[in-house]
């Protein structure tokens, strides 16, 4: 299924004839570079995620649990109330910004999200969660980002776990 999603927004690769992948085969993001905050909330925001933790579809301001005001991606300040989307938002645009293959990659497990045996419930709102991650992986312009997608798309990507 990550491979039908990668081939999509890429777009111009057209049908790579890559076979779909399994839950076992999906890949597992894990933070490389530690001084990277973005990737270290992203990471932070799929644990929580995956634990059933995060309320996705919850309008409550979650400011004192936030990833993105904990990873300094949003001060306390900014107007306005943070969700769990929200965060999830910023995080994704964070990450996007880096334009390299390990924010493809990261990017890319984002988008797989509820694609696998997993058990998600409505509050989770995994096809929103998707969603999200795949208008930032539209926005990657940089020659290393589209290789990893590409190599993703071909069903390169090995499980990490």
């Not at 839950?23 to 644990?47: E, G, I, R, S, Y």
């Not at 590409?150 to 090995?158: C, D, F, I, L, N």
Request: aromatic letters at 6%; one cysteine or more; glycine letters at 8%.
């Amino acid at each position: 299924m990550l491979t039908l999603i990668l081939t999509a927004a890429l777009g111009a690769l057209g049908a790579l004839g890559a076979p779909t992948e399994t839950a076992a085969t999906a890949p597992v993001f894990t933070c490389q570079n530690p001084d990277n905050k973005a990737l270290k909330a992203l990471h932070a925001w799929l644990k929580l995620y995956r634990k059933g933790r995060i309320d996705y579809r919850s309008d409550e301001d979650n400011t004192k649990h936030s990833i993105a005001v904990k990873y300094k991606l949003r001060s306390k300040g900014d107007l306005g109330n943070s969700t769990w989307a929200g965060d999830l938002r910023l995080i994704l645009e964070a990450v996007a910004r880096r334009n390299d293959a390990e924010a493809a990659r990261a990017l890319g497990e984002v988008a797989a999200v509820g694609l696998d045996d997993g058990k998600y419930t409505y509050a989770m709102a995994p096809y929103s969660v998707r969603s999200a991650a795949l208008e930032q992986v539209a926005k990657l312009t940089g020659h290393d980002a589209k290789a990893a997608l590409a190599a993703g798309a071909r069903g390169e990507w090995k499980a990490r776990r």
